[in-house]
């Protein structure tokens, strides 16, 4: 195989796994907004506790401005879930295709997951090289959509 066949290759299979970790980037911005979600409310929480036993008119605020923030991330959130819902579906049935179950099963423990490759080789009775060569025929079989897959 010639230089330049190579790196086409090496360069489809970077597409490739830039594809499936996208499930893991998902499941980051959901705990994220999960995480903001949280601080807010407890941020509001820790400012509507007053000590004294009576009430303080001097240390409220609009709450249309934290209702307003709380609805703009309930929402975020909501349609980041429908994402990765949809994306794990696809990345899902694109790594069920592949005809070998060990090719299968690497790619679902690697990007869905996110096992250490040491994890997976102890998990499928392999030694860590013996799974990297399943890795790279599994990747080498996978088909990914062919809008990611073109030059951007």
């Known amino acids: 195989m010639d230089r330049k066949a190579s790196d086409q290759i090496k360069a489809e299979n970077e597409k490739k796994k830039e594809y499936l970790w996208k499930y893991q980037d998902s499941v980051r911005r959901v705990a994220r907004i999960e995480s903001e979600l949280a601080e807010i409310r407890a941020m509001k929480a820790g400012t509507a506790i007053n000590y004294d036993g009576l009430p303080s008119g001097s240390r409220q605020t609009d709450?249309?401005?934290?209702?307003?923030?709380?609805?703009?991330?309930?929402?975020?959130?909501?349609?980041?879930?429908?994402?990765?819902?949809?994306?794990?579906?696809?990345?899902?049935?694109?790594?069920?295709?592949?005809?070998?179950?060990?090719?299968?099963?690497?790619?679902?423990?690697?990007?869905?997951?996110?096992?250490?490759?040491?994890?997976?080789?102890?998990?499928?009775?392999?030694?860590?090289?013996?799974?990297?060569?399943?890795?790279?025929?599994?990747?080498?079989?996978?088909?990914?959509?062919?809008?990611?897959?073109?030059?951007?």
């Open 63 to 152: 709450l249309s401005d934290y209702a307003a923030e709380l609805d703009k991330l309930e929402r975020e959130l909501i349609l980041e879930r429908y994402k990765r819902i949809k994306l794990y579906q696809d990345i899902e049935m694109r790594i069920k295709r592949l005809k070998s179950r060990n090719e299968n099963d690497v790619l679902f423990y690697r990007y869905i997951r996110r096992l250490d490759w040491w994890e997976i080789a102890e998990k499928m009775h392999y030694s860590e090289r013996w799974i990297y060569k399943i890795h790279g025929k599994a990747l080498a079989h996978l088909e990914i959509p062919k809008e990611f897959s073109e030059v951007q």
